[in-house]
């Protein structure tokens, strides 16, 4: 079992989204082990994203990430990261497959819509930034035949 972190942007917080990206992260089979919304001011978005301090869209990406609420889940299943990723799409939603989350609902390639961590050790970093152990939940899905 592999946890990993996602977020539904400010973008897609506003246009009602929210239900719908965590619909289809259910639908892949994944376990929601935890949730809530919280709003980043800019310094948090800075240290959420400090990987991309030397990006030159890094100025631009965190006053995004800082300007609504977001909703921030754990997902838990068979390698979820790479899982997550494959449901976000690419990072560009021009570019991102027909029937990922970016491809539908994502406006540019920096308001996508969706976050999803990268690696075991950006998992591990961005699960802790915004939970802690008791916050977050084990479950057995149970999915019934036919049941959706
Ligand atoms: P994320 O980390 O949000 O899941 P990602 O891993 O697909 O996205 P990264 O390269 O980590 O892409 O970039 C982080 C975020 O920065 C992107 O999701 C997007 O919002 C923004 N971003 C990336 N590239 C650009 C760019 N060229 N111009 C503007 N914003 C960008
Ligand atoms: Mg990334």
Do not use: C, Y
């Given at each position: 079992m592999e946890r990993t972190l996602a977020i539904v942007k400010p973008d897609a917080v506003a246009r009602g989204k929210i239900g719908e990206i965590m619909r289809r992260f259910?639908?892949?089979?994944?376990?929601i082990s935890?949730?809530?919304?919280?709003?980043?001011?800019?310094?948090?978005?800075?240290?959420f994203y400090h990987v991309h301090r030397a990006r030159p869209f890094f100025d631009s990406l965190t006053t995004f990430?800082?300007?609504?609420?977001?909703?921030v889940?754990?997902?838990?299943?068979?390698?979820?990261?790479?899982?997550?990723?494959?449901?976000?799409?690419?990072?560009?939603?021009?570019?991102?497959?027909?029937?990922?989350i970016r491809?539908?609902?994502?406006?540019?390639?920096?308001?996508?819509?969706?976050?999803?961590?990268?690696?075991r050790e950006s998992a591990g970093f961005e699960v802790s930034y915004f939970?802690?152990?008791a916050e977050t939940f084990d479950y057995d899905r149970v999915d019934r035949r036919g049941g959706g």
């Open positions: 259910e639908e892949a089979g994944l376990r935890a949730l809530k919304m919280v709003r980043l001011n800019k310094r948090q978005a800075e240290e990430m800082a300007s609504g609420p977001v909703a889940l754990v997902l838990e299943g068979e390698a979820a990261i790479s899982t997550v990723r494959t449901i976000m799409g690419a990072t560009d939603p021009a570019r991102a497959s027909p029937g990922t491809r539908d609902l994502g406006t540019s390639i920096e308001q996508n819509a969706v976050h999803g961590s990268d690696s939970f802690r152990g």
